[in-house]
């Protein structure tokens, strides 16, 4: 067993450490709102997340990425969320911005938006066709959970760090040149995320 999960919790770590639009996301939320305000976005993505993993488990994330046009409905939506995200981060940079934005996204919306992230389908789908047939072993239930509960609990670390990143700059950025180069980098990021989906 322990020659299957140290491969799939490496690949867990990977996939979601690196830069994508829950973390991009996530920083901005731990700038804007700090770490605590930003918990139930952190855990409405893994919990988002882990159903998506278990949908995809189940083989129905390729029966959608076999049909064109969801896959075209899916890169709309997060393209166009990652669009008005990059637009309302351009407001970073101005002094006492962080006031006038509303909330922190919400434990439902983020779980929501992962079923319009397009990293997060293409980790579904690897990670279930590489990893559900090493777990043979295991009755299909059982393996299918062990499956997420590996997954997640890798997961909810790693976006953790991103917005915990956040909090910290936080700190660094009163001063009004350094806020403007974040933001700009942030809608920078943010921007090519959204083109990225495309490639």
Known sequence: MIETLLPLMSFAFVSSITPGPNNIMLTSSGIWFGFRRSLPHMLGITFGFGVLLALCAFGIGELVIAVPQLVLLLKAMGCAYLLYLAWQLR????????????????????????????????????????????????????????????????NLPCVSVWAGAGAVLRRYLERPLWRMAFAAVMVLLTLYSALAIWL
């Not at 970073?92 to 992230?117: C, D, I, K, W, Y």
């Not at 389908?121 to 590489?130: D, H, L, R």
């Open 91 to 154: 407001r970073m940079g101005v002094a006492g911005a962080t006031e006038r934005v509303a909330q922190p996204m919400s434990f439902g919306a983020a779980a929501l938006f992962q079923f319009a992230n397009p990293k997060a389908w293409v980790m579904a789908v690897t990670g279930a066709s590489a990893f559900m047939p090493m777990l043979h072993k295991l009755p299909g239930a059982l393996a299918i959970l062990v499956y997420c509960l590996v997954f997640c609990a890798i």
